[in-house]
């Protein structure tokens, strides 16, 4: 500052400081209307906190925006496609451009679906962009969840965000099939089929939901009009609605980082929203909308003109749902045909339990996930810095082992293609499948966790001994040596910047305390040695000097050059606090 | 070192860095190093006509499509390898996709070259409220409390909470005629019935045309449907296609097992089932003529024909439903009654169990 | 025609002879038979030449399909065509299934089989025509079956848009259940498989649904007109002839593939664009 320094409430003197900047002519001609606004809403008063927000860049945190940017193309070419779909089942002969079809009855919206498909310039571009949309969609937010549970993401304080993706999850699968099934084809018919029995098949309420979804006996001529309406309106609303919470909840706690130099829990250290974030999010946006665009050109997706208008009596060989709905076309498959009948009435569990009891387990066990976790961590302070996924292997372990469980579920819906692809048979496979959904999800754990642990002990030995730098000495013995180069102080800093969650001992200390509570505080023990008692711990203080000594590459361990005398960590039972 | 993290947020705090806790202390942020685009002017301009480029692709690749919009017929084909596709749909979205790309890329690409890019460094604030802000909150709802006279009247606050559950009541209510209710009456004029009744013929799907017995062959699957189907049309013709669908099969009848309550339903080895699987309802056409096994593609469900439609794999619970036939005055084959099971998915209100012969 | 006809010329005796005996009592049948012949001769000069067929009625043909069948056939369905229904070799019987089922089977190299196994894959075939009819004949003469049709059959001639689109229903109601929806095959239990459809000849695809070959059902003629299967073949031509109107056909496999590209290309290549989106880049120093 060239002039004296005014004190902080003269104002004349701040207005004087700031500075005149020469505006280029966008924002001379932005000037005027942005006034009006100002003086209307306080456009400077709502932009101020977010102008210069701070985002953290990894590619793995734009995930959940492949997601967003995606939904923002459902909405826009959605709203195409209204302007011309026709959401009825009345009856018509099909007089369209498309030959092999000609003089045909169907419904009106297999019809209307086959003009955007043929007469409308654009129209296929857009069913197909928008179908493609809505897959990558799903995949996205299913990737993206992913990686928030493999990197903790979900502690406190964002449980009540996790929650919302898992709505968000449940909403976009059920958005997806709705609507696929809007155009009446033999395919999506044939999934409308069996939603039906499905339905009818839950114990006590089965025919009256049937009946109730479907206004009468299948298929009647309500569920395209009412599928439309959840499919535009209900779920898109809802949809919405989480979104905008999400993203405030964002906002509001900050995007968490990885763990690195500089950033500690209470920091976060990225590129403000303008201009970098902006630009780059912009851009994706951009590239998101132009590749679900390019996969609208050249890559066909559900042609509805080959399948044909939905007939109840016709069905094609290798009929299997959209890919999200693989999971439960699996369960459905691979379920035993159990059927209990008790007194007058039929228990049908070959249905009820793949169908609704698979869906409810895995969104179910997502949801409940964060909670479990803090339960038997006992930890309640905030997290903002990331877990790298070795850190915690039995977390690690569960995710992988729930996605292994996931995929057996996945090839089960498929088992008829795997069978004609890999010449194997059909029943092979199934009963193979069978089994291997509950055995490999437990292998699958097993060779994770250990996995996760021989990467701590990499770590570990990076820390202590340094960087392989592949230069061998020979010593006069004859012995050989790798020399090891000490790592940075920032990768040192990184790969110790997590906490040593401890595995604890049975309580001892119990006095003052209910059965109940004992019995509780003892089982939430045993549930944190499953969990860490493998886990290696973080290199102490003194760990690190001896080694550093040993390889006689001193490290400077603080800032000023000296080596405090430093305690060994002691290991405390944790007593039960009160 | 204890950093002062309450930015903007007086009275806050996050937990510090805490030198014990951490074996290595935090070095700070790294030294920020410049990019090339950042030294070498050159590499700058260079930077600068590619973003230029991009942006300047997009106009023309918008023109384009307008253009493609107009002047390529719907009929175009491309004949490219792999790609025998519709001309205007691919180069509708290869005009529009790429400007958007490019455009995407453009400004993707100056953030990454030419955008100042140190990094900053922002504050975090509990996420809890801060204590004065919970001790204001407390204070006055109690004075709100107070000030609305409900901790004296009572009264008012349990009406108020009857009233708020009941007037949910209508709401639910007037979903009642969301479709007709199932009860054992509606059922039994619905799912427990279909249009086959005594000597309605059976007949070929699709050309609707009547069939002889020695029209058939060993090894022979015909798609049929009730010769009365054709009377109905829209949706009740679907509602009734979709419970009255059978298929008529012939076997050897030495190759089959045919229980003897079963024995006049079938005309010489010729034995009509429903087409209708009874997990949850796709019509089943895949039949093996030498193994007599029925499968239905959707989830596996394999069904005997050579053996009252028991079933062999997969998860249907109850045997396929047997339509009786016999041939009438003209020789073509018609239905005795309508089916005695009612054919599709099982349902709880009906017990499933004596359904095998 | 031999009227009586006085000649006083010296064509002597012959004729003599055979107008004497007019009133013979063998005269009229004998004349019968000298008329029928001489109408046959004249028809077997006129007519066409038939194509190679099994002429059932050709025992020459049958004796060497007989020796064809011994050779290549007998070890699994006996010397007579009776079958073996027991032991590791199997073959069905033969009786019945006609020459048009020799052809399907010969011609696409089905038949005969490598090695026992639940279904004969295609594979290429060492027969001629004139050996396939040979064949045909033989097994014809086991018992009537089916005969191979004529071209007029199984070629999709002159079919409007609405006898394709007939055509289309009737192969989503009859074949897709096992084919698929564009006739790109399906799984059947226990390691069987229905082939896909795409490019196969249209005498082929007759013949498939005329004579149910193993576990495909039949659909004889008489349920399934002539007609019907024309229109079935000719909606086949017109789908594999109709370029993907949408772009690449992704194999016809429906949504499974479908997902499989959603992941790889859709997810995979963002996922790529997000890594150089955030990536620090090349720094100078």
Known sequence: ?578 | MSEDTSHGHPGTEVATVDEERYPVPDPGLEEHLPRLTDVDEKAADRATRQVATFFGLVPILSIGFVVVYFAVPGDAWVDFGPLRANSRNLLLGLTFGLALLFLGIGAVHWARKLMDDKEMIDYRHSAASSDDDKNYVLTELDKVVDESKITRRKIIGRTLLAALATILLPMIVGLADLGPWPTKKKRAETIERTIWAPGVRVVQDVTFKPIKPEDIEIGQLINGEPANLQELHGSEFQIEKAKAAVIVVRMDPNTITIPPSREGWQIGGILCYSKICTHVGCPISLWEQQTHHLLCPCHQSTFDLGDAGKVVFGPAARPLPQLPITTDAEGYIVAQRDFLVPPGPSYFERDSRHDSP | MFGPHLHQDTRGIRVRLLSSRRRHPAAKALLLVFGLFMMGALYSVIAPPAQVSADTGNSQQIEEGKALFAVGCASCHGLNGEGQTSGTIQGPPLAGVGAAAVDFQVSTGRMPMAKPGEQAPVKPNRYSEEEIAALGAYVASLGPGPAIPEPAEYTPANLSAEDLARGGELFRTNCSACHNFEGAGGALPNGKYAPPLIGLDHKRLYLAMLTGPQQMPVFSDEVLTPEDKRAIIGYLDSLHEQPSSGGLALGGLGPVSEGLWAWIIGLGSLIFFAMWIAAKGVKAK
């Open chain 1, 1 to 578: 500052m060239a002039e004296p320094a005014a004190t902080v409430n003269d104002e004349t003197a701040v207005q004087a400081q700031t500075p005149k900047k020469e505006l280029g002519p966008v924002f001379k001609l932005a000037g005027g209307p942005t006034k009006w606004l100002d003086d209307r809403i306080g456009v400077a008063g709502l932009s101020r906190p977010f102008l210069r927000k701070v985002f953290p860049d990894h590619w793995s945190f734009l995930l959940g925006e492949i997601a967003l940017y995606s939904f923002i193309v459902l909405i826009l070419s959605g709203i195409f496609l209204t302007i011309w779909f026709k959401p009825s089942m009345s009856e018509i002969e099909y007089e369209g451009s498309y030959e092999l079809l000609r003089g045909l009855q169907m419904s009106e919206a297999f019809a209307s679906t086959l003009n955007i498909s043929f007469d409308i310039r654009g129209g296929l571009l857009l069913r197909q962009m928008h179908h493609w949309a809505a897959a990558v969609f799903v995949a996205a937010m299913l990737t993206h969840s992913l990686r928030i549970f493999f990197t903790g993401a979900f502690r406190k304080p964002r449980e009540i965000n996790w929650l919302i993706g898992v709505a968000m999850l449940t909403l976009g699968i059920i958005n997806g099939f709705t609507g696929y099934s809007l155009p009446d084809d033999l395919l999506s018919g044939t999934g409308l089929r069996f939603v039906d029995g499905l339905i009818r098949s839950i114990p006590v309420i089965g025919t009256w939901a049937e009946f109730f979804t479907f206004a009468g006996e299948f298929p009647g001529e309500l569920i395209i009009p009412r599928l439309y309406m959840v499919h535009i309106l209900l779920v898109p609303a809802l949809l919405l609605g989480l979104i905008a919470a999400h993203l405030a909840l964002v906002v509001y706690h900050k995007h968490t980082q990885y763990p690195g130099p500089g950033r500690v829990t209470g920091n976060v250290v990225g590129y403000p929203v303008f201009p970098v974030y902006a630009a780059k999010a912009g851009g994706f946006f951009l590239i998101v909308f132009g590749v679900l665009t390019l996969m609208g050109a050249t890559m066909q997706i559900n042609p509805v003109w080959v399948f044909g208008p939905y007939n109840p009596a016709e069905i094609t060989a290798g009929s299997q749902p959209d890919w999200y709905m693989g999971f439960v076309e699996g369960g459905i498959r691979l379920m035993p045909n159990w059927e209990w009948h008790i007194g007058s009435t039929t228990w049908s569990w070959n249905v009820a339990i793949p169908g609704l009891g698979l869906m409810g387990l895995f969104f179910g066990l997502m949801a409940i996930y964060p909670f479990v976790e803090a339960w038997v961590t006992g930890d309640k302070s905030e997290h903002h810095i990331l877990d790298r996924p070795r850190n915690n292997p039995t977390r690690t372990a569960f995710g992988v082992a729930a996605m292994t469980g996931y995929a057996m579920l996945w090839i089960g819906g498929g088992n008829d293609l795997v069978a004609t692809q890999f010449h194997v048979s059909l029943n092979s496979v199934t009963y193979f499948l069978r089994v291997a959904v509950f055995v490999a999800p437990v292998i699958a754990f097993l060779v994770t966790k250990r996995i996760c642990i021989g990467l701590q002990r990499s770590d570990r030995d990076r820390m202590l001994h340094g960087a392989e730098s592949g230069i061998i000495d020979r010593a006069p013995s004859g012995k050989y040596a790798e020399r090891h180069r000490p790592i940075s102080e920032g990768e040192a800093y990184t790969l110790t910047q997590h906490e040593d969650l401890p595995a604890l001992l049975p309580a001892t200390d119990t006095d003052g305390f209910s059965v109940k509570e004992i019995k509780r505080e003892q089982r939430r023990r045993k549930a944190t040695r499953f969990y860490f008692i493998d886990t290696l711990r973080r290199p102490t203080r003194a760990e690190i000097e001896e080694a550093a000594h040993h390889h006689m590459h001193p490290m400077h361990l603080s800032g000023d050059g000296e080596h405090h005398a430093i305690e060994a960590e002691v290991e405390e039972e944790h007593h039960l606090a009160k």
